[in-house]
């Protein structure tokens, strides 16, 4: 997985081909990208060379759902990340509320829970175990 290139870094296609060669030799099974931005995935999200994707998602992170759809319709694994991440507000959707949502939307085929603070993990292991 090629994590966080620029759309600058992959306009001219050497990087993914670089990534496409590699799976060619049995040296890779998947072509991935993970992004961070409207940019890299718009076109990522129709290359048919990157067969995951993964992007910030969930309550407060919408802003990427179309070309999440659009990559999901095309047969990309679409992982969600950063799925506790703060509004404007600086308020943090609740463990099992942003869960829930990211599973209910059917683009999404994996939902990371990522944290560094032991009380949000116990709070995602809870949600978890809640749905």
Not at 110 to 126: N, S, W
Request: hydrophobic share 50%.
């Amino acid at each position: 997985m090629l994590h966080s290139p620029s759309a600058a870094d992959l306009a001219d296609g050497e990087a993914l081909d670089c990534l496409s060669a590699l799976k060619q030799e049995g040296l890779a099974r998947c072509v991935g990208v993970s992004c961070d931005d409207k940019a890299t995935l718009a076109i990522i999200a129709s290359d048919k060379r990157v067969e995951a994707i993964q992007a910030p998602f969930g309550p407060n992170r919408q802003d990427l759902l179309v070309d999440l759809r659009r990559a999901a319709e095309r047969g990309a694994i679409v992982i969600a990340r950063e799925i506790l991440a703060r509004d404007l507000q600086a308020r943090q959707p609740a463990a099992e509320a942003a869960l829930s949502f990211c599973l209910a939307e059917p683009a999404i085929a994996v939902v990371l829970i990522g944290t560094t603070d032991a009380r949000h993990l116990g709070e995602a292991i809870r949600a978890v175990a809640s749905i």
